[in-house]
C-alpha cells in the first residue's frame, strides 16, 4: 500500500512538473504572417544584369527567450532571380521561386526597434530561365540555395510591424556550364516587409 501510495505520488507531481514545463514552453512561442517586396540580383555573374522586383510571403514562428532575445524560424514563399540586360530575348527575366527558411536571433530594443540576423536556406520550387535560352524542363538552378541574412525593423504593441532585410548567398546559383556564361554567382536580395505577430 505505501509502496502504491508513492507511485501515485511520483505520477502526480510528474504530472504537474510536465504541465507546467510545457505550460511554460507554450507561453513563450508566438506565430505570425508576413509579406513584402524582393528587390533581388546575382553577385559575381559574369553577364550584365539588373535587379528583378518579386514578392515573398508566409509564416513565422518564434520562442521568447527573455525580454529582449527571441529565435524566429520563417516559411516564406519568396520570388529571387535577376533581370538580363543586353541582347537575349524578348523574356529578359531570370525567375527562380523558393521556399526560403531564415532561422534569425532576435534582438529587441526599448520602443519596439529590433535587429535580427543568421541562416537561411531555400530550397528550389520552381525557375523560369527561358531568357539564357534554356528550354523549359531542362534543370538550371541548384535545389538548395544556402546563405545568410540580417536586417532591422520595428514592432508595434499591437502586433503589426515592418522590417528590412539583406539576403545573401554563399552557394552558387548553378553548377551547370553554359556558353559564355561562368558558374559562380550567387543570390542576393534586398527585403521590406510587413507582418503580424498573433
Same mark, same amino acid.
Given at each position: 500500500m505505501k509502496n502504491l501510495?508513492? #507511485?501515485?505520488?511520483?505520477?502526480?507531481?510528474?504530472?504537474?512538473f510536465s504541465q507546467s514545463f510545457f505550460g511554460q514552453i507554450v507561453e513563450r512561442l508566438h506565430f505570425g504572417v508576413k509579406a513584402g517586396a524582393n528587390f533581388s540580383n546575382f553577385t559575381n555573374a559574369n553577364f550584365d544584369t539588373e535587379g528583378l522586383v518579386g514578392f515573398h510571403a508566409g509564416a513565422i514562428v518564434g520562442y %521568447?527567450?527573455?525580454?529582449?532575445?527571441?529565435? %524566429?524560424? %520563417?516559411?516564406? $514563399?519568396?520570388?529571387?532571380?535577376?533581370?538580363? @540586360?543586353?541582347?537575349?530575348?524578348?523574356?529578359? !527575366?531570370? @525567375?527562380?521561386s523558393y521556399l526560403s527558411v531564415p532561422i534569425l536571433l532576435k534582438y529587441k530594443m526599448p520602443m519596439g526597434l529590433f535587429i535580427e540576423a543568421g541562416p537561411q536556406v531555400g530550397i528550389l520550387i !520552381? %525557375? !523560369? #530561365?527561358?531568357?539564357?535560352?534554356i528550354p523549359a524542363g531542362n534543370d538550371f538552378a541548384e535545389k538548395i540555395d544556402g546563405g545568410v541574412t540580417g536586417g532591422i525593423g520595428w514592432q508595434f504593441k499591437n502586433g503589426f510591424g515592418v522590417s528590412a532585410r539583406y $539576403?545573401?548567398?554563399l552557394t552558387n546559383v548553378t553548377k551547370n556550364t553554359y556558353p559564355g556564361t561562368n558558374t559562380d554567382f550567387k543570390n542576393s536580395s534586398a527585403q521590406a516587409g510587413v507582418f503580424y505577430i498573433f
Open positions: 501510495f508513492i #507511485v501515485c505520488v511520483i505520477l502526480i507531481s510528474s504530472n504537474a %521568447e527567450i527573455n525580454d529582449h532575445f527571441s529565435i %524566429e524560424e %520563417e516559411f516564406l $514563399y519568396s520570388q529571387q532571380g535577376a533581370k538580363l @540586360k543586353g541582347n537575349f530575348t524578348n523574356d529578359s !527575366d531570370i @525567375k527562380l !520552381d %525557375e !523560369d #530561365v527561358k531568357a539564357l535560352g $539576403y545573401m548567398s
